[in-house]
């Protein structure tokens, strides 16, 4: 199976800080990536797609200066939260579509829960 | 407008028993269907998908596809207390980078 790695699992921050959230593709290439939000007891919500060596498309809401989104390579998407506030807090969670399938299949990483003092 | 509906439950079950899951899904042109398992704080795990018409079997799990009433369902025999989790429906509609998420069923099952 495709696997994919998240990093930290769990992060506390201050308010005020920045935040990196790794996602990692291990055994495929991912040539896009999503990354989602996930507030308790809440659905999935899609943040934005991550296109290797391109900018990231943001859905509507989603304020892209403040969730910088990185693509730099087929195995290595970045999630930076600037500025973090409590109402930041949140699973945010990365999955990835294999390069080349077309099945929709979506391999999701372990995610990665923020909390914001 | 794509659109994928759930009930959001609790469905609740006695160990043992079947569980039944639907997914309703708006797009026609829908092409691929997904069943993910949530358990509480932890990301979406895939359980299987469909794309025919028709049933799926893959051990306990079941998925049934019909396209003409655009439902997708998954059955889950001989229930037991570690399925409870959220079951998410996602549909691969034509035209879109990523699948589209119903809210999720939470499916508690009792010993």
């Known amino acids: 199976g495709a696997v994919v790695s998240q990093h930290p699992s769990w992060v506390i921050c201050k308010s005020g800080t920045s935040v990196k959230i790794e996602c990692r593709s291990l055994d495929f290439q991912a040539t896009t990536m999503f990354w989602y939000r996930q507030f308790p007891k809440q659905s999935l919500m899609l943040m934005a797609t991550s296109n290797e060596g391109s900018k990231a498309t943001y859905e509507q809401g989603v304020e892209k200066d403040k969730f910088l989104i990185n693509h730099a390579s087929l195995t290595l998407s970045t999630l930076t939260v600037t500025s973090a506030h409590p109402e930041d807090s949140s699973f945010y969670i990365c999955s990835a579509t294999r390069a080349g399938a077309n099945t929709g299949e979506l391999f999701f990483g372990e995610g990665s829960r923020l909390t914001v003092l | 407008q794509k659109e994928v509906e759930q009930n959001s439950g609790p469905l609740s079950v006695p160990e043992g028993a079947i569980a039944s899951l639907n997914c309703t899904y708006s797009?026609?042109?829908?092409?691929?269907f997904f069943w993910y398992r949530q358990y509480s704080g932890k990301s979406p795990e895939l359980i299987m998908f469909i794309y025919s018409n028709g049933d799926k079997e893959d051990g306990r799990f079941t998925a049934q596809l019909n396209k003409a009433s655009q439902y997708v369902s998954l059955l889950i025999r001989d229930s037991q207390p570690s399925d409870s989790a959220t079951y998410l429906c996602?549909?691969?509609?034509?035209?879109?980078?990523?699948?589209?998420f119903g809210k999720g069923t939470m499916l508690l099952v009792s010993p």
């Open positions: 996602a549909v691969k509609v034509p035209g879109y980078s990523t699948l589209t």
């Open positions: 797009d026609r042109g829908s092409q691929s």
